[in-house]
């Protein structure tokens, strides 16, 4: 398992998670992303077009983020 799985499992096991929130709805729609850290739910304020680059990398950083900061 490489660094990036092993950092999104150990934040998954300590009840912290990363997912989209839709704000309009249809194909290749808008999202933000929600953090919920252990039921302390953060919606962000920036929007992504779903499944893009760009909230790929964001959500790998914000995992790593919540390991550093909440798991470790």
Do not use: F, H, R
Request: with cysteine; hydrophobic share 30%; aromatic share 12%.
């Amino acid at each position: 398992m490489d660094g990036k799985n092993e950092i999104v499992s150990a934040c998954w096991g300590a009840d912290c998670y990363v997912y989209y929130k839709p704000v309009e709805q249809g194909k290749n729609k808008m999202v933000k992303l929600e953090m919920n850290l252990q039921g302390n739910i953060t919606t962000g304020t920036e929007l992504y077009k779903q499944n893009s680059k760009e909230i790929i990398k964001k959500i790998v950083e914000l995992y790593e983020y919540i390991y550093k900061n909440y798991v470790t």
